[in-house]
């Protein structure tokens, strides 16, 4: 059973539009949420987190918004670049350090 | 500074072998986590060290997998009569202390042949 799902498996994006990119999760006792950001041939790199006593984490293009009672949370990238195109993955702990990771999206951001 | 390592990039092996994947995590972190991504899904947690004890090894698939840190830095996972499933990326990642973000190394891919 996929605890943290990203339903989206790629998006593609117009350079200095919105990307959304969503992810839901099935496990209530969650309490903290990360997106990491993968290129090609590298590991992933955190890009924001947000804590589940908060609604929403904003740092610089990305903003995380955390909707606990939907169990969904959504990473905003405004504007988007070039450079953002990559596979993003939402990931969540529980109250732990073992964390689980979503399937990833794939963003295209068209120059 | 350096950031996480991980050796070797590539192994290739026959199924029934036992192979050894190296990580070598950021100095002074004490948290260390490894991974195994398969194609098209997200990293799939193994275990979880907190200095040199396993905190967490629930992820581990069955007894064929172990992961040993001796010394509270590199760590080292081991995999017993390797099975072609087992093929993956293995990834590492450590963190200054559990609850902190993780670095990640660029992976070791495993290839059972």
């Known amino acids: 059973d996929q605890q943290v799902k990203q339903n989206s498996p790629s998006l593609s994006v117009q350079e200095g539009r919105i990307s959304i990119l969503n992810c839901d999760y099935t496990n209530s006792m969650f309490d903290y949420f990360l997106w990491y950001k993968k290129y090609p041939a590298e590991g992933p790199t955190f890009l924001i987190s947000?804590?589940?006593?908060?609604d929403k984490n904003e740092d610089g293009r990305f903003t995380v918004f955390l909707n606990k009672s939907a169990k969904h949370l959504s990473l905003h990238i405004v504007p988007s670049q070039p450079g953002d195109s990559a596979v993003y993955f939402c990931a969540a702990s529980e109250g732990g350090f073992k964390t689980i990771f979503g399937a990833g999206t794939r963003l295209f951001v068209k120059a | 500074g350096a950031g996480v390592s991980q050796t070797p990039s590539n192994k290739v092996t026959e199924k029934g072998k036992y192979v050894e994947l190296r990580c070598d995590p950021i100095s002074g972190h004490t948290a260390l986590y490894w991974y195994r991504q398969s194609l098209g899904q997200g990293p799939e947690f193994l275990i979880y060290?907190?200095?040199?004890?396993?905190?967490?090894d629930s992820g581990l698939p069955n007894d064929r997998f172990f992961a040993v840190r001796p010394e509270g830095s590199v760590s080292t996972l081991k995999i017993q009569r390797t099975e072609r499933g087992d093929s993956a990326v293995y990834l590492c990642?450590?963190?200054?202390?559990?609850?902190?973000?993780?670095?990640f190394g660029p992976g070791t891919r495993l290839t059972v042949l």
């Open positions: 947000i804590s589940s006593i908060k």
């Open positions: 990642a450590s963190s200054p202390e559990g609850r902190d973000t993780q670095y």
């Open positions: 060290f907190q200095g040199t004890g396993a905190a967490d």
